[in-house]
């Protein structure tokens, strides 16, 4: 290894010294989205990173994402599964209401 090559750590966020995780952030002030990496592991999992470089180090920062999946599907069924019960009524209603006064009506 040449005196020269830095350190390679891989290292979570939430396990970051607080000062560091303020030089992170200080890093990336419009937020991570567009830096992050996907990093699949051997075993077939996978993590989101962002890099970040010191004088003495190169990490790759794990960040925690939230990732909508399949599971979320259920919870919309019962979402929109609903029937608007009385809509074609409300909407008839609608047209047939007169306006109880017509001195509302404007002339441009």
Do not use: C, H, W
């Not at 180090?57 to 925690?64: A, E, G």
């Amino acid at each position: 290894m040449a005196p020269s090559a830095k350190k390679r750590l891989v290292v979570s966020f939430n396990n970051m010294a607080p000062e560091l995780q303020e030089e992170v952030k200080a890093a990336y002030p419009t937020g991570y989205t567009d830096f992050m990496m996907r990093i699949d592991k051997p075993n077939g999992d996978f993590f989101f990173a962002v890099p970040f470089e010191t004088e003495e180090i190169s990490y790759l920062v794990k960040i925690d994402v939230k990732i909508d999946d399949a599971s979320g599907e259920e919870e919309d069924k019962d979402y929109y599964d609903d029937d608007l019960k009385g809509a074609d009524e409300l909407a008839n209603d609608d047209s047939d209401d007169e306006p109880a006064d017509d001195s509302t009506d404007f002339d441009m």
